[in-house]
T-cell receptor
Framework: GENVEQHPSTLSVQEGDSAVIKCTYS??????FPWYKQELGKRPQLIID?????GEKKDQRIAVTLNKTAKHFSLHITETQPEDSAVYFC??????????FGKGTRLSVIA | GAVVSQHPSRVICKSGTSVKIECRSLDFQATTMFWYRQFPKQSLMLMAT?????????EQGVEKDKFLINHASLTLSTLTVTSAHPEDSSFYICSARETERGGLYNEQFFGPGTRLTVL
């Protein structure tokens, strides 16, 4: 089955700096790669996703890149703000298989 | 986006009792629902895939006799933790995909989660 590796596990950045989180996946059939933000005690919230036919997608301060050949995808957050502090999860799946999550990255934005 | 509800949001029970958690898709039909468990400071781990009208598919290491799943309709799946013990204390989250939209890229919608504490 699919296996998703995520790095780093923790990340601290100064407010206004950029944050980058990287994930790799094992199943070349995977074709959907969402990113979730989870605040303490709450459900994961989808913040951006990318399909296998797209290399990059941007939504305001958030961008995701995908390299299918290398089987890795990354989340980029620019101009970070304290409210960006949370745990971020990458995930992958294809077809009707369930989402497989990375282990998460705890992002702390220091004001 | 589509809405998934989960009930109860929080439950505290004594060791040995059974707890039922409901997951509902409120504005869409879901042939398939997923149950995840999340321990503190850890990721979401898939427990089982719930299929409407058929038996659930459990992940390796998850006891099907302990975690009973019933997906009786296209909008409701239930997870029953039988004979709960303190080590079952966790955050349980259900998830569903919309059936009608089909295709390969269906977003997976999450319920708000149920925090189970077994004393």
């Amino acid at each position: 089955g699919e296996n998703v590796e995520q790095h780093p596990s923790t990340l601290s950045v100064q407010e206004g700096d950029s944050a980058v989180i990287k994930c790799t996946y094992s199943d070349s059939a995977s074709n959907y790669f969402p990113w979730y933000k989870q605040e303490l005690g709450k459900r994961p919230q989808l913040i951006i996703d990318i399909r296998s036919n797209v290399g990059e997608k941007k939504d305001q301060r958030i961008a995701v890149t995908l390299n299918k050949t290398a089987k890795h995808f990354s989340l980029h957050i620019t101009e970070t703000q304290p409210e960006d502090s949370a745990v971020y999860f990458c995930a992958a799946y294809f077809g009707n298989t369930p989402l497989v999550f990375g282990k998460g990255t705890r992002l702390s934005v220091i004001a | 986006g589509a809405v998934v509800s989960q009930h109860p949001s929080r439950v505290i029970c004594k060791s040995g009792t059974s707890v039922k958690i409901e997951c509902r898709s409120l504005d869409f039909q879901a042939t398939t629902m997923f149950w995840y468990r999340q321990f503190p400071k850890q990721s979401l781990m898939l427990m089982a895939t719930s299929n409407e009208g058929s038996k659930a598919t459990y992940e390796q290491g998850v006891e099907k006799d302990k975690f009973l799943i019933n997906h009786a309709s296209l909008t409701l799946s239930t997870l029953t933790v039988t004979s709960a013990h303190p080590e079952d204390s966790s955050f349980y989250i259900c998830s569903a995909r919309e059936t009608e939209r089909g295709g390969l890229y269906n977003e997976q919608f999450f319920g708000p989660g149920t925090r189970l504490t077994v004393l």
